[in-house]
């Protein structure tokens, strides 16, 4: 069991965007994802702490492609959106600063692809000093086999990979 101080942690959803959702991915769907992901950030909301979306635009063009704005059940949920135009969520954008007027010193990620926008995001936070959570139920790639990579070879290098059912937010887990 995970225990997260609502006060100190974020939950960071990975463009959980229709286009994406909607794209063949394994080890699961990503509407299997989607329904993971809102089911934390139900619980990350009901005790206090932030759900922040990042969602990708694909940069110099005039338009971007249909499905391209938040699930909407994610959107309802988010504290806050973040717009990458990179693979990860920090470059050239607002995230860091975001994160820090929550106060998270913890991040908890869940989002698509595993080893691309989810593992380019955790890079970086880890780099800016955050402690990193991998929520493997709630995430996924474009094929098991780089799932897994991910999961097995370099996400436990930045932080702890959990199943969804072993996290809690929970005002008791302060830490001194």
Do not use: W
């Not at 969602?55 to 110099?60: I, L, S």
């Not at 996400?155 to 702890?160: D, K, M, S």
């Amino acid at each position: 069991m995970t225990d997260l101080d609502p006060a100190r942690t974020a939950l960071v959803l990975i463009d959980l965007m229709d286009r994406i959702v909607d794209m063949p991915l394994a080890p699961r769907s990503g509407k299997d994802v989607l329904e993971t992901a809102c089911r934390l950030a139900e619980e990350f909301r009901a005790a206090g702490a932030p759900v922040v979306a990042v969602r990708v635009e694909r940069p110099g063009v005039a338009e971007q492609p249909p499905g391209s704005r938040l699930a909407e059940r994610v959107a309802a949920l988010a504290d806050a959106v973040v717009v990458k135009r990179a693979v990860g969520g920090f470059h050239g954008t607002s995230l860091d600063d975001v994160l820090r007027g929550y106060g998270a010193d913890t991040l908890v990620f869940a989002g698509i692809a595993t080893n691309m926008g989810v593992e380019s995001t955790a890079r970086s936070a880890s780099d800016l000093g955050f402690e990193l959570v991998f929520v493997e139920d709630a995430m996924t790639a474009f094929t098991t086999a780089e799932h897994d990579a991910a999961i097995a070879l370099n996400l436990p290098r930045f932080g702890e990979v959990v199943h969804s059912a072993g996290v809690r937010v929970d005002a008791g887990a302060a830490r001194a």
